[in-house]
């Protein structure tokens, strides 16, 4: 603790020598001891401005965690002092730290200067400026600081008891269960038209399964070289015999025993190319045979972590009947470019930003659109509150360990059924574009119980489901 004033002194050297600044930018610093500074002189009672977040100085006060919390560090006691100074600041101008605020921008590198903008009223530097800034480990925190702000300004307990969730829960011990049990809750004995199998170790081949199925089956994932038995029994309650169950992906993706024993029942037709773009254009195929869409959801087809974009997309697809193509980000892949020809595809849907699908292969597509947000969560937000029109419901779903792909995956049909977008979360954060999209569709008409969370409770945490509930109201 002893070391934190010497620090803070830096802090203000560097803000004053280096930027040219009359003192430290931030108006508070707070360290791992929970010990709280003055930043910038005069700003503890009064509204002085600082430097904290560029185009939205005026109207915010920056508190900065001392250290480097891009994957962790950030201390107990730390974030308690933060909880503490909040609750003083905001009890002393009638702030609350549930609520949001519209500002407009004098000018970022996320918000032209002009733009009008929502915030929480306790937000983190990225919510206003491109920037990792605060780090991951504390970004998580910011709902937890804004339960524990409330909780000492005498506005309710902490969201994280775990019986405060009014969402229904579909999931099971594994992403096999919860993929059997979204089937059981989307379709009656015997209803379903087809199923879609997968593999469940690898996204690539799987990335189209949800247009795939649509409405009318389920999906449903099991291993490469072995058909789950739990798999065979829901297909065997909703799947009626002689019917098309579509195997997406190669030999590889999933065995010859794993078709010859669905073969048993069904009616088996393996989905597959030589490459991932190839397999997703066999897909569409099939899509566009059955739905007759002259329009196509394209996403960037890579990396193998990159996943994200295609998951708001298959609840879309399926429900719209819409095909989902695969392409390389810096070019039109070739499978893609041969599919838009022979499908006659005549309009397009970029889902992801620039990053993901570049200009120049935006600019190749057939009268294209681009559908995009702020990070993987913003941008299925945006495709909720975009792209579907007059929703239902809403699937709340892990969107960001690296094998959360497969219970939004699996979700697509009973999103499609009950016509609700799929919102993306993690374990234990509620990105701040879900919740404003939760908001939304809940200001639309949408309420608690048209909500639903797909995944178990260590998929999609119990405090994270009660924030999505309370943020519907």
């Known amino acids: 603790p002893g070391e934190a004033p010497g620090i803070v002194r830096a802090i203000q050297r560097y803000h004053m020598r280096g930027n040219g600044w009359r003192d430290i930018g931030y108006n508070f610093l707070v360290d791992r001891h929970g010990q709280i500074f003055e930043g910038r002189r005069g ?6 401005i600082g430097a904290q977040a560029a185009g939205f100085n005026a109207g915010s006060t920056g508190v900065a965690l001392i250290g480097d919390h891009r994957s962790g560090g950030v201390t107990q006691a730390a974030l308690s002092a933060v909880a503490d100074l909040l609750a003083w600041l ?5 702030i609350d730290p549930r609520a949001t605020t519209v500002e407009t921008s004098g000018g970022s590198t996320r918000y032209p200067q002009g733009a009008r903008a929502r915030f929480d009223t306790i937000s983190g530097h990225r919510d206003a400026s491109e920037t990792s800034c ?3 480990a504390t970004y998580r925190q910011l709902d937890s600081v804004r339960d524990g702000v409330a909780v000492r300004l005498g506005e309710g307990r902490s969201s994280s008891a775990p019986n405060d969730s009014r969402l229904g829960r579909v999931g099971g011990q594994d992403a096999v269960a919860t993929a059997v049990l979204v089937s059981r809750a989307a379709f009656n004995n015997g209803e379903a038209d087809h ?3 997968v593999n469940d170790r690898v996204w690539p081949d799987a ?3 949800g247009p795939l199925a649509g409405p009318h089956g389920p999906v449903m994932l099991t291993r490469p070289d072995e058909l789950d038995e739990r798999v065979n029994d829901e297909l065997e309650r909703v799947l009626p015999a002689g019917r098309t169950v579509y195997v997406l992906g190669g030999l590889t993706a999933l065995s010859p025993a794993v078709a010859s024993e669905l073969g048993r029942r069904w009616d088996v037709r393996r989905v597959s190319g030589l490459s991932r773009t190839s397999t997703a254009a066999e897909a569409a195929e099939h899509v566009v045979d059955r739905t007759g869409s002259r329009t196509a959801l394209v996403t960037r087809a890579g990396p193998d972590s990159a996943w994200s974009d ?5 609840a879309y697809g399926a429900r719209h009947g819409t095909p989902l193509l695969l392409t390389d980000s810096d070019r039109l892949s070739p499978a893609t470019r041969r599919a838009l020809r022979e499908l006659d595809i005549t309009h397009t849907i970029v889902i992801g930003g620039r990053s993901a699908v570049s200009d120049e292969v935006f600019q190749e597509l057939p009268d294209p659109r681009r559908v995009a947000g702020s990070g993987r969560a913003g941008t299925a937000a945006t495709v909720a509150t975009e792209l579907w029109d007059a929703v239902d419901g809403v699937v709340v779903a892990s ?3 690296a094998t959360a792909w497969k ?3 699996a979700a697509a049909p009973l999103a499609a059924k009950r016509n609700a977008p799929v919102a993306l979360v993690d374990t234990d954060w509620l990105p701040p574009p879900t919740k404003h999209c939760l908001t939304a569709l809940h200001r639309d008409g949408v309420g608690a119980d048209d909500a639903v969370v797909v995944g178990g409770r260590g998929a999609v945490g119990d405090a994270v489901a009660s924030r999505c509930a309370r943020a519907r109201g």
């Open 43 to 48: 700003g503890m009672d009064r509204p002085v």
């Open 90 to 94: 905001f009890d002393l101008h009638g």
């Open 134 to 136: 605060p780090g991951q």
């Open 195 to 197: 199923a879609v199998v």
């Open 207 to 209: 990335a189209t399964a």
């Open 310 to 314: 295609t998951l708001a997309a298959g």
């Open 399 to 401: 969107g960001y360990r």
């Open 407 to 409: 219970d939004p995956l």
